[in-house]
């Protein structure tokens, strides 16, 4: 079998098919930790959410399954962030508070005002921080380190829990379902497209320098 054989969408689905099992639990084990605290400082959701979509557009996944068991890691993650914040961040706030470095941004009323903003703010902090990137990866702990009802963040970490994932699942799962056109279009025009990189880069290096010569550089 030549090289070429084996990158075939057709060969790669039923090679993957054939491992569905383990694949659906490195989504769950990819999607939970992507959100616990503090290995989601270290590891990429989007990757495990892209390429499960992917794998279900191009047939080796159901994409229900795929949505399912990153939907229950991500909560699951969610929900033992926010456990992990509430038993053990406020003695970490205030062991870091007496710290001469860290006092300084660490203080008491830094604290109250993290309660406060909570009790205002909390449920779309919770909500809006699975659309804002860095901020998915601290929310749920400092939702119970600012001691969020409990009952509200899991109606609105569920919630932005299946949107934010759901988003990458349909981005995935069109790519996947079109990924044979898509390589057919790339394999025809990738001469087109390197040509056309060429000419823009070309074109923005002649542009700097109509503007450098427009607005030189005074001396002295």
């Known amino acids: 079998m030549s090289f070429a054989e084996l990158l075939q969408p057709q060969f790669l689905t039923e090679r993957l098919a054939e491992y569905r099992n ?3 639990a490195v989504l769950f084990l990819g999607a939970f930790f992507e959100t616990l605290i503090p290995f989601s400082l270290a590891i ?3 990757v495990f959410f892209i390429s499960g979509a992917l794998l279900a557009g191009m047939g080796a996944l159901n994409v229900w399954g795929v949505f ?6 991500g909560v699951l993650g969610d929900h033992a962030s926010y456990w992990l914040g509430r038993r053990y961040g406020r003695g970490l706030f205030d062991q870091l508070a007496r710290w001469p470095l860290p006092g300084r941004m660490f203080k008491p009323e830094g604290y109250r005002r993290g309660r406060a903003f909570f009790r205002r703010r909390g449920a779309l902090a919770v909500f809006a ?3 804002s990137g860095p901020l998915s990866w601290v929310m749920p702990a400092l939702a119970g380190v600012f001691r969020l009802d409990y009952r509200t963040f899991a109606r609105f970490n569920a919630l932005g829990v299946a949107l934010g994932i759901g988003q990458f699942i349909l981005v995935g ?4 379902v079109y990924m044979p056109q898509i390589l057919d279009m790339l394999g025809r025009y990738a001469g087109w497209g390197v040509f056309g990189l060429v000419c823009l880069v ?6 700097r320098i109509r503007v450098a010569a427009r607005h030189p550089q005074r001396s002295g």
Do not use: N, S, T
């Open 22 to 24: 383990g694949a659906y």
């Open 44 to 46: 990429l959701g989007e």
């Open 68 to 73: 399912g068991v990153m939907l229950l890691g």
């Open 129 to 131: 921080a699975r659309f």
């Open 173 to 176: 799962y069109f790519f996947g």
């Open 202 to 207: 070309g074109l923005l290096w002649v542009w």
